[in-house]
Structures are given as structure tokens and as C-alpha cells.
């Protein structure tokens, strides 16, 4: 029996359902988490053979520790996952540390985790990118600037989400940029793109061809929601554009992408930009070797009708899947801001959208900067319902 160790499988919340799916695959599954065993759910607890508590998961020699063991008590570990961008490197450096070849060793980390690094790998896709610079001097960065012009974004070369990403339009921002950034990160300044942002949300092979596809698109950038604490709004596509599969497929190949879950992120042009492309063009922004966030996973499976867990884990456990998606629909996700006078209260869009309404639910305020802290998910037919559906949620009074 194969062993499959998962890390963090309680949080977010709903993987859990990947070690449910292992399981049913006849996979041995272990787990190393820092929450109590008796707090973990029913279903996880019914879908671990072993659980190991750390006091921090943040503690890379206790986790270090606490595979050492389980590798003791049940032998060599075929699979170290997380699923988990936050620990995607820790991960690398386990699976290294204990010869575990399934999945990315230290050495690949660069080229998945660096924006900078990512660059060499869209070009050898046939994939143009946002010219950039890695933030140095001042002075350095205002030659860039004046060689791409106002606005630039700058972010952690090496970051999680949209933490530490702006926008900066002038050289009075500029300025208090390098006043107040954090000496310690290392930042990347790109151009500014007037785009929306699609993805391509895949799972991939070992033999890195796709078993399921599907993607999203995110017409306000989180960059935005975070920084302005606007709403969020974004949705998994009915049918994925024949652009988006392309450049999805070429960027597994050119990334040597095996046995993975995969969200990549790129950019479609909203107006002809210089070096870069026409409006309605595709350039890449950046690849995320892991499941789209939050609810996506769940978002996927409404908008498929399909099951993403029971494909990924059919993946580990024998290469393919029997899983099919069924009739396709949008899904779209809107999560309101607390403290703004929406036209429509939470009772009203329970009511008028009952019959498209899949989830509803208050997020914690760690989620909610990024998320909003009143969430919808719901389906559609066509986009025109879905976009009344958008307005409707969103509108509110200024």
C-alpha cells in the first residue's frame, strides 16, 4: 500500500476532501498538522490512517521530526503534498531531505516561485511577458520607469497572493515606496498591463498531459481588492478559451510539469500595449503550482459537475480518472465588503437567487481582506445571467 503524506490537510478547510478521496483510492494517508487531533473533523479524522500534531507547522524541524517518524512506523513515503502554495517550498525541501521523487525537488524552486524566473520558461512556451526590473536603487528603478512609463506594479518576487503588490503611478509614490517597503523582501517592478486576468486551472499526469481542464477569470485584479477593500468578484468560464488551453498546455510542457494540480495566470490584453500583444491577446503573468484558492476547488466541481478531488486523487493512485464533467455552466463567485449600503441585502439575494445559489457564508477576516466577508457562489446557464447576477450583488449605494 502506497503512503501519502499530506500536510496541513485541515486547512484550508475543504482539502480535507483530497485525503477523503486517497483514502476510498486505497492510499495509506497521513498527516502532519499543528491543530489538536479532537478539533479536526469527522470526515478528515475518517479519511487519516495516522496523524501527527506539531505545535507550529511554522516549525520546520518538528515537521522534519514528525516524517522522520511516520516514515519509521510506516515505511517509505511514495507522496509529500500540500496542495498549499504557502508551503510549496517546505514541501520541496522534505521531499529532498527523504528521497521522496514525486513531485518537486529543492532545485526546482526558483523557476515555480520566482516571478523573475518564471519569465525564461513563458518565453520558451512562445509566451510573451511584462518587461521588468528587480527592484534595486532608486535611481535603477527610474531608468526602468522611464523606459515602460507610469504606472508600474512592484510585488515579492518570491510572495504569496497579493500581499505587498502596488500600484504606483507617480514619483511621490515611487519615493514612499522605498521609504516604506520591507528591507528584507526582495521586489520585482513590471509594467503595468490593462488587462483582465484568466487562468488555466488543470490536472496534470505524470506523463504531463491534462486529465481535466477548466479555467477563471477575474475581471477586478486582487491587487485592487486587497489595497482599495473593494468586493471581489471572479468565475470558472463555461467552456475554456482556445487561447487559454494553448497557452496552458505549453506552459505545463515548458515547466516539466508531472502529477499536479495547476493554476496559471495569465493576462488578456483589453487594448493593443507595445511588446506585448493586441487587445485580446494572451501574456503570461504568473504559475501557481497548485489549486486555484479558496472555494475554487468546489467552484470547479459546481460549474463541471464533476468531482476535482476524486480526479486529482485518481491521478496519484493510477494515472487517469473514469471522472468525467458533466453539462457545463458558469460559476460566479461575489464576495461583499462589509461596511458598504448594498441595494440589495443579504435576504434579497437569497430570494431572488435561490434557484442558483450553491454556498453562502461569512468568511473570517483573515480570508475576507482578499475574499470580502459576505461570499456567494452560484451557477448559470449564460454569461448574461451571470453578469445581472454581478450587478445585482454588488450595487450599492456611495
Avoid at 31 to 43: R, T, V
Amino acid at each position: 500500500m502506497k503512503n501519502f503524506l499530506f500536510i496541513s490537510p485541515n486547512f484550508p478547510e475543504n482539502y480535507w476532501m483530497f485525503c477523503r478521496e486517497l483514502k476510498k483510492n486505497g492510499l495509506n494517508v497521513l498527516g502532519i498538522g499543528d491543530q489538536p487531533y479532537e478539533e479536526l473533523s469527522q470526515g478528515l479524522k475518517d479519511s487519516l490512517d495516522e496523524y501527527y500534531k506539531v505545535s507550529s507547522l511554522e516549525n520546520e524541524e518538528e515537521v522534519y521530526r514528525a516524517v522522520a517518524f511516520l516514515i519509521f512506523k510506516h515505511g517509505r513515503i511514495d507522496w509529500l503534498e500540500s496542495n498549499n502554495e504557502y508551503w510549496l517550498e517546505r514541501d520541496a525541501r522534505l521531499r529532498t531531505a527523504f528521497h521522496i521523487t514525486s513531485g518537486f525537488q529543492e532545485d526546482d524552486i526558483p523557476r515555480i516561485k520566482y516571478k523573475s524566473k518564471m519569465k525564461a520558461y513563458y518565453v520558451q512556451a512562445g509566451i510573451p511577458t511584462a518587461r521588468y526590473h528587480l527592484v534595486d536603487t532608486l535611481e535603477e528603478c527610474e531608468k526602468f520607469i522611464k523606459e515602460v512609463g507610469y504606472p508600474v506594479v512592484v510585488k515579492p518576487d518570491n510572495g504569496v497572493g497579493a500581499s505587498h503588490t502596488y500600484k504606483l503611478e507617480d514619483q511621490g509614490q515611487l519615493e514612499e515606496f522605498f521609504r516604506t517597503k520591507e528591507p528584507e523582501v526582495s521586489y520585482i517592478m513590471e509594467e503595468f498591463v490593462v488587462a483582465e486576468v484568466n487562468s488555466y486551472d488543470a490536472i496534470i499526469d505524470s506523463n504531463g498531459d491534462p486529465i481535466f481542464e477548466t479555467g477563471n477569470v477575474t475581471p477586478i485584479s486582487i491587487m485592487d481588492i486587497v489595497n482599495h477593500e473593494d468586493n471581489a468578484l471572479f468565475y470558472i468560464v463555461k467552456q475554456l478559451s482556445s487561447d487559454v488551453r494553448l497557452a496552458g498546455r505549453a506552459t505545463v510542457k515548458s515547466f516539466n510539469v508531472r502529477s499536479r494540480f495547476v493554476h496559471f495566470e495569465f493576462f488578456r490584453l483589453q487594448k493593443d500595449q507595445k511588446g506585448l500583444g493586441r487587445k485580446g491577446d494572451i501574456v503570461g503573468l504568473e504559475v501557481n503550482m497548485r489549486p486555484c484558492g479558496g472555494f475554487s476547488p468546489d467552484m470547479m466541481d459546481f460549474a463541471c459537475k464533476t468531482d476535482v478531488y476524486k480526479i486529482w486523487a485518481d491521478m496519484i493512485a493510477f494515472n487517469r480518472t473514469q471522472m468525467q464533467p458533466g453539462d457545463r455552466e458558469y460559476c460566479a463567485f461575489v464576495g461583499r465588503r462589509d461596511g458598504k449600503k448594498f441595494i440589495l441585502g443579504h435576504e434579497d439575494i437569497m430570494t431572488k437567487y435561490s434557484k442558483n445559489i450553491r454556498m453562502a457564508d461569512r468568511l473570517p477576516d483573515v480570508l475576507a481582506a482578499a475574499m470580502g466577508n459576505q461570499i456567494y457562489i452560484a451557477t448559470f446557464q449564460s454569461k448574461r445571467e451571470m453578469d445581472n447576477f454581478f450587478q445585482d450583488a454588488l450595487k450599492y449605494e456611495f
